[in-house]
């Protein structure tokens, strides 16, 4: 997987709906970053790709989560890597348009470098980093990624560990303020907002915690202020009930539990859906009920997948069947095995 680590974030708003203008290319800013960040920071098997972390899903890696990306930057890594996996089985092709439409012209395996100049490869699937809210083991910081200059720090610097990449919190004094600046992990923060139209966003905690109305929030100690990027921490502790969450702005010092949004009573709290589609970097109007989710809960993704069984007509291979299967071999690969032969 690589990632466009640049994707924007949305305002926290829910009343801005916007679509993006382009397609973010993940692999046009990869020299322009210091200290250099590498493209790979993860990989999952191809069946996952297939039925539990595809297109709009979330992926968990060791220390990031991250979902692939829609369909036009799949675009982007075939230029990069100059050549198209086609599946060539015409009545596949069928049956897929029988399920979603004759929009489909052909169908085509997930974009894969087998392997770079050097060994390592390093294209493959496009991702981004999702949820962009993350809190900090440190100091329990909590605040969305914003890039160079915001609260955290990418790190993916160690090009053939990938496992290795990560958010840092750089100067972190602990919990108290008190400690020894040192530089702390950051996670993704769990909690998300889902509807039943199929939007999928990130949980709004600045809204949450100043008790939003219809999208907008103020805060007691920046008065005129509409919508502002207090500092927030996410305080967590165990107790007899279970998980104990609660949302606490730093700046007037207001705090509100997570578990209000639990139960009967939690669907009213609810925030209203801004329409996202974080895969496509898009927002569309929406008034369908949301629901409370977890980041990584089985009940988040399903997959629509067709399957067919493609059984041989006859032992010898006729001019057709030959045919065929040249269709779905790449023009290099069939040059390379008919220079070799």
Known sequence: MTDPISAPDGAQDAGSFVAAAEVLDPFAHLDEIKPKNHSRIGSVRPTALLYTGGIGATVDLPHVAVMPQGLETWDLAYKKLGKVFQVSEPRLVEAVKAQIGRQVIELRRPPREETGPDGYSTIGVPAAVFPRWLRCTGCDLLAPFDGEGGSFTFINTIRRRPDKARFLHKGCKGRRGTS?????????ARYLVACLDGHLDEFPYWGWVHQAHGGGWTCDKTPGVMNPRTLLRMLEWRSNLGPEVHIHCVTCGERRSMRELTGTAGVQRMPQCRGRHPHLGTFEDCNAETKFMLLGAANQWF??????????????????????????????????????G
């Open 180 to 188: 020894k600046p040192r530089d702390n992990v950051a996670v993704p």
């Open 303 to 340: 997959p629509a997948t067709v399957s067919l069984l493609v059984v041989p007509e006859s032992a010898d291979l006729t001019v057709n069947d030959v045919a065929a299967r040249l269709q779905g071999i790449p023009p290099s690969s069939a040059l390379s095995s008919h220079s070799q």
